[in-house]
């Protein structure tokens, strides 16, 4: 899949800019594109209307607004909606978007992607929501293959450009109901430090003032664990964001079952750049831990887990396996969730269990993947 050569969701303002200045436009054109675009969330040159007829035309004929088209869109009965996206290949533009849709049984997945707005509601679900996460793909399919996720099933078929990861939120913040996005996680379909070099200028448009606004604190990076690529992604000092390693497994010997990308680099070496992380940005590491029943869920798994997060200060985020079909993985029982959280914590840890959500749909962790599973 290429990108597109001429994104909206790409630029930057100076990008933008330089544009504007080749095909003769003014220079504060790109700040009212951009505005139109992020501030006012219209992606139709035709309805900015502080543009003349000639510049509307230009936008049309040479930028790519949307660039892929929602191919299915699903509300779970908690408020989560997960749309399906398919991505148009190199220059075809949305405008092709009901076409596309009609031809829909016999679309091409392997330029699909699934992203998800979770609604965050108070404890005691009365009030509107109060937070609004959008969960997004970074690659199309993904080449690590964890064996309890739906992702990777059929490994990688694409990076996704900084535009496209970009645009996914976008998506999501014109959803109905949604007021406004405020926390990001790169927890969809892919490992986002496969590909750094579109998610850190995305991060950046996320978090800008003239594009999303989101916090970078807000926005959270999650995964499986490339040393490399963490301490790249820790000199991009100017973003705060969050690192969350998915640790899922106490030992290297029950990771290596589990993550195939296991075999090339230890626990000891991920907890190693892990501190190198802390160290240089000042921010702790949440550890992610998918529970497996009977496989990784048990006191000793725990007693072992929290020995691990110790070393690192870490908070851990305990997350039930959701069910993908085809996979013989089980989702763990109550009681033993419950007392794999009261080991950590009379270890000394900080840990959460992650409700999951949107699971009516295939929208929870674990669960996106890049076919038209059957309709919930
Ligand atoms: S859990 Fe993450 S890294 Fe593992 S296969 Fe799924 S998307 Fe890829």
């Known amino acids: 899949m290429k990108h597109p050569p001429n994104h909206i969701f790409s630029h930057t303002p100076e990008s933008l800019n330089a544009w504007c200045r080749d095909v003769g436009m003014p220079p504060f054109r790109a700040t009212q594109i951009l505005e139109w675009v992020y501030a006012k969330g219209v992606a139709d040159p035709d309805a900015m209307s502080n543009l003349g007829k000639a510049d509307r035309d230009l936008l049309r004929n040479q930028i790519t607004f949307l660039s892929g088209a929602v191919v299915r869109h699903q509300r779970a009965t908690d408020g ?27 679309s091409d997945t392997s330029r699909q992607t699934e992203c998800v707005m979770i609604p965050s509601l ?58 406004r996005i405020s926390n990001v996680v790169f927890m969809g379909m892919g490992e986002p430090l496969a590909n750094l070099g579109s998610v850190v200028p995305a991060i950046r448009t996320l978090a800008a ?70 160290e240089r940005t000042g921010r702790e590491v949440t550890l992610e831990y998918t529970l497996l029943r009977g496989v990784n869920d048990q006191p000793a798994h725990a007693r072992e887990l929290a020995r691990l997060a110790r070393t690192l200060r870490a908070n851990v985020n305990l997350i039930r396996y959701n069910e993908v079909s085809g996979v013989e993985f ?17 270890g000394g840890i900080n840990a959460h269990i992650r409700a999951s959500r949107g699971r009516d749909i295939a929208a929870a962790c674990g669960q996106l993947r890049h076919e038209q599973a059957p309709q919930a």
């Open 122 to 179: 108070d404890a005691d679900e009365r009030h509107a929501p109060a937070r609004f996460t959008a969960c997004i793909s970074s690659q199309v399919g993904c080449p690590v293959g964890c064996r309890f996720c739906a992702s990777g099933i059929g490994g990688l078929d694409a990076n996704l450009s900084a535009g496209r990861i970009v645009e996914q939120v976008w998506r999501l913040s014109r959803l109905e109901g949604v007021r």
């Open 80 to 106: 989560t909606q997960k749309l399906l996206v398919e991505w148009d290949d190199f220059g075809a533009k949305a405008a092709d978007a009901e076409r596309r849709v009609s031809l829909m049984p016999g």
């Open 209 to 278: 003032p003239w594009g999303l606004g989101i916090s970078a604190r807000k926005i959270t990076v999650s995964t499986v664990g490339l040393p490399k690529a963490i301490d790249k992604l820790a000199e991009q000092l100017d973003l705060p964001v969050t690192l969350a390693l998915s640790l899922h497994a106490p030992t290297d010997e029950i990771r290596r079952e589990l993550i195939p990308w296991a075999e090339y680099t230890t626990i000891r070496e991920l907890l190693d750049a892990c501190r190198r992380w802390f």
């Open 330 to 346: 089980e989702r763990p029982r109550d009681a033993d969730v419950r007392t794999f959280q009261d080991v950590l914590r009379e």
